[in-house]
């Protein structure tokens, strides 16, 4: 069992920042690649984001490429995710994931974190 608690969501202006964190216990955190994902009110969870299991390979969103970025620190068992240039259309709970690859597919990660709302106002 891997178990993921998320933190760092909060209220923020358009054109601001957030850094979410991902923390990660159980089994051995650097054998899962790890997943950001979100869901809006009244739509599908999307995928925002992944990270390889050694972090060397990263994959994201169209919607948030060049604005977010994905890092681990396998030392500290964690998962990060910088939001930079947020818009109003970022609002969503994010949640973090764990599974064996770095891929977009929610089918993938046999591991959720309880999610963490990001709001951002315009």
């Known amino acids: 069992q891997v178990q993921l608690v998320e933190s760092g969501g909060g209220l923020v202006q358009a054109g601001g920042s957030l850094r979410l964190s991902c923390a990660a216990s159980g089994r051995t955190f650097s054998n899962y690649a790890m997943g950001w994902f979100r869901q809006a009110p009244g739509k599908e969870r999307e995928f925002v984001a992944a990270i390889s299991r050694s972090g060397g390979s990263t994959d994201y969103a169209d919607s948030v490429k060049g604005r977010f970025l994905i890092s681990r620190g396998n030392a500290k068992n964690t998962v990060y995710l910088q939001m930079n240039s947020l818009k109003p259309e970022d609002t969503a709970v994010y949640y973090c994931?764990?599974?064996?690859?770095?891929?977009?597919?929610?089918?993938?990660?046999?591991?959720w974190g309880q999610g963490t709302q990001v709001t951002v106002s315009s």
């Open positions: 994931a764990a599974g064996p690859l770095a891929v977009a597919a929610s089918a993938n990660y046999g591991y």
